[in-house]
């Protein structure tokens, strides 16, 4: 990404600096702007106390993202309580750090900060720090799901909240919001096209989805996604209504209509995993909406309820799909102990 660009002029290169929106001396009013660009989503905080800053915020968008610049001059926590849209972030000049859960991720010009909708997170920003937000608005990265599988999997879709822009899928990614930056900075730029601004909302989505881990990447890991036979979206359909349920997979090769060793060479053709797999994975993200929600009260009983037979097992699975055990996802959801 740009990093401690300068200008023709020799100043330093403000991303979007023709979208100024606002612009701040103190800290607090600082808050006061963003608190009413989004009510109760964001507190800002400084160990260095409420006083002087050079707080400035540039503000555009192309179809259903926002981009944001945004930077503060001084060392502060920027603490988000559950937004609805999806942020991408890196930093155009200094670094600062996410923290989601007991994790910690570098933020820099180099790697970006994944930061999903409906969950806390906080910034905490070095002083001299310029950042780039890409918000992406609720459903958009659902509705490319929909439209990539022809079915919408149940389950929140959440995203690995590290993001490499070095190499790699992210690497692409970077070059694509550079693109999109220096168009937007420009009055005759291609994005007031409405087409290729949905075009490249499109390709966004399609570098995420299909080349960073997220809660769904079972479903893209398959090469040959054309064509899929209508036998492969009934049988996903029937395990996806049946997933808490005792499912046989001979019961479901009869209402495929084909032998089970057919099916099962049909799914890997065409999805890249089995219906097993592929039950499994359903189940899983029924269990952590369930975890997430705060109700249950007893991790085993979420288990058993969602199909799984051992609970060792599903706190295996659940870790590997989730990063966390399904024991720390119940906890922070209910703000306390819990019992397993």
């Known amino acids: 990404m740009r990093q401690n660009d300068t200008t023709r002029t020799g100043q330093a290169y403000e991303p979007l600096s023709r979208f100024r929106i606002a612009s701040a001396s103190r800290l607090d009013d600082a808050l006061a702007v963003m608190s009413m660009r989004n009510p109760k989503v964001f507190s800002i905080s400084s160990a260095l106390g409420s006083g002087a800053c050079e707080f400035v915020v540039n503000d555009s968008r192309f179809a259903q993202i926002g981009v944001t610049f945004l930077s503060y001059r001084r060392q502060v926590l920027v603490q988000a309580h559950e937004p609805t849209a999806l942020n991408i972030v890196w930093t155009t000049t200094g670094k600062g750090l996410l923290k989601s859960g007991s994790h ?58 590290a993001l490499d822009l070095s190499s790699g899928p992210g690497a692409v990614l970077a070059c694509l919001m550079n693109f999109i930056l220096s168009g937007l900075d420009r009055s005759d730029a291609i994005l007031s096209n409405p087409g290729a601004a949905a075009g490249l909302q499109d390709a966004i989505a399609a570098l995420l989805l299909k080349g960073h881990p997220h809660s769904q990447s079972l479903y893209f890991q398959s090469t040959a996604r054309t064509a899929v036979p209508a036998v492969v979206r009934r049988v996903e359909e029937y395990l996806e209504a049946q997933a808490t349920e005792a499912v046989s997979m001979a019961d479901v090769a009869v209402i495929a209509g084909v032998g089970a060793r057919a099916l099962q060479a049909t799914f890997r053709k065409h999805r890249g995993y089995s219906p097993q797999e592929f039950l499994k994975s359903v189940r899983l993200k029924e269990a952590n909406e369930r975890l997430r929600s705060g109700k249950s009260v007893r991790v085993i009983d979420v288990a058993y309820d969602c199909g799984f037979a051992k609970l060792s097992s599903f706190s295996a699975d659940y870790a590997r799909r989730f990063g966390e055990l399904p024991s720390a996802t119940l906890r922070r959801a209910r703000g306390g102990s819990v019992a397993v």
Do not use: C, K, M, W
Not at 134 to 159: D, H, K, M, Q, S
């Open 104 to 161: 910690s991720f570098p933020v820099s010009t180099s790697h970006a900060a994944v930061a999903a909708p409906h969950q806390q997170y906080a910034f905490n920003y070095a002083e001299d720090t310029g950042r780039i937000a890409f918000v992406i608005g609720a459903g958009v990265l659902e509705n490319y799901v929909t439209a990539a599988l022809g079915l919408l999997p149940r389950g929140r879709l959440t995203l690995y909240p």
